[in-house]
């Protein structure tokens, strides 16, 4: 670990007050020329005693604005002491967590996953369009048909079309026959360029995609492509769960990653991450934003510095050590689950390395699902499928009050 220690509580404090004191301060120093101020202080209680113990919250009032991408170029000078700390997070997660060469990558924490993977998306877009002149028409995104919905909905803004590659119905494993099937047939229609998204955690069933199952056949019909891995839910456990990951940016077919921090990481919501390669993110420069210093390279432009001040004290909160010891319980529980699962012989589908647990819906009564608040895979029509989600908040006891109902819901079956 380069960049990855874990601090004190006073450690903590003395750096968030440090990179406030290198911010504007709205209610002391003379600033005409930002829209913007601290929180409103009759609504946000900015002279609260607690603050000073409270450095997240803090920041909050403080409330900085982390507008542009803080690893290119120049930013807002008048924010630049949490930008570091925000550079720092992008360190711990690019270099530590998902193996890039430092300073070989840029990033910033983005309003969520969904943004991230359309980030993505959008800078690959205009990568082919600009530096290979490819049409609209010309290009494709390749995703399964268990990738998250931010994915269409990337497509629909960017107006692209989109592959969705058949998944097995138990394994949840590419359909690589039928992939390759695809892209012969999407070669033939004119499509040239392929802005490929492989899942390192489902949201529904936590499985983790083989991107050489997409980049092999890709490279075999030599279609140009660009790899993104949508890590949004796994990017805080797989790595930790299964150290002998390949799915980083050791992988040079790998070109940008999307993580999470308001999922496992617990941080508050508004918190995803997008991580790429050097070279890649300046294709969706705006250079309309000619106010803002160094310009703007992001989807959602302005964003608040407390979210990313968030992830900076959890990830230096637990440390290295800590995070893998708390990801390392969580894994025990998943394991507890499926046992008991198994010896009521009720199948379930879980990526090894990961914690969800999905359950057939014939096993469970709509009523036990409500009980436990358990998702569908289909809110609107007939569901197949329930998933149960390891996390923090999930207790041995609570499994253990689930899985006595699910096995009298069995016997009652069984009687009957």
């Not at 209610?27 to 930002?34: A, T, V």
């Not at 004290?313 to 507890?336: A, C, D, N």
């Not at 989600?389 to 069995?410: C, G, P």
Request: aromatic share 10%; with cysteine.
């Amino acid at each position: 670990m380069q960049y990855w220690i874990k601090l004190t509580q006073a450690e903590r404090q003395a750096r968030i007050q440090q990179a406030l004191q290198e911010n504007i301060n709205y209610s002391k120093d003379i600033s005409l020329g930002y829209p913007a101020s601290k929180l409103d202080g009759k609504v946000f209680y900015d002279d609260a005693p607690f603050l000073k113990e409270a450095p997240t919250l803090l920041t909050f009032v403080a409330n900085p604005n982390h507008i542009g991408c803080h690893t290119l170029g120049h930013s807002e000078n008048v924010f630049s002491g949490t930008q570091a700390l925000e550079k720092e997070v992008l360190n711990v997660l690019a270099v530590d967590v998902f193996k890039a060469q430092p300073d070989a990558f840029d990033g910033y924490i983005s309003s969520g996953g969904t943004e991230a993977n359309i980030q993505a998306l959008w800078v690959y877009r205009n990568y082919f369009m600009r530096q290979k002149g490819a049409q609209l028409h010309e290009l494709v995104i390749l995703a399964s048909e268990d990738t998250h919905y931010s994915i269409p909905k990337a497509a629909n803004l960017l107006q692209l079309d989109w592959i969705k590659v058949p998944v097995s119905f138990e394994k949840r494993e590419i359909d690589t026959v039928a992939l390759e099937q695809q892209l012969i047939e999407a070669k033939a229609q004119g499509k040239k360029y392929v802005l490929v998204v492989s899942n390192m955690g489902t949201t529904m069933f936590g499985s983790v995609d083989n991107p050489a199952d997409y980049t092999a056949v890709l490279e075999k019909h030599q279609l140009e492509y660009k790899l993104h891995i949508d890590g949004a839910y796994g990017g805080f456990v797989y790595p930790f769960s299964h150290p002998q990951s390949t799915i980083n940016f050791e992988n040079p077919t790998i070109s940008s990653i999307t993580i999470d921090a308001h999922k496992m990481l617990q941080a508050p919501y508004g918190t995803g991450v997008f991580i790429c390669r050097k070279g890649l993110i300046e294709q969706v420069l705006t250079p309309e934003a000619a106010y803002v210093e160094g310009l703007d390279v992001t989807l959602c432009g302005s964003r608040s510095g407390s979210n990313a001040v968030a992830v900076w004290m959890i990830l230096f909160t637990y440390g290295p050590h800590g995070w893998f010891e708390k990801i390392s319980v969580l894994q025990l529980r998943t394991q507890f689950l499926c046992h008991e699962l198994d010896r009521l012989n009720v199948p379930y589908f879980r990526e090894p390395y990961m914690n969800i647990v999905t359950i057939p819906a014939r096993f469970i009564p709509k009523e036990m699902a409500a009980q436990f608040h358990l998702v569908p895979d289909n809110q609107a029509e007939k569901n197949n499928w329930y998933k149960i989600v390891l996390m923090h908040h999930v207790e041995v006891s609570h499994l253990i009050t689930f899985i006595a109902e699910l096995k009298h819901t069995l016997l009652c079956e069984n009687l009957t």
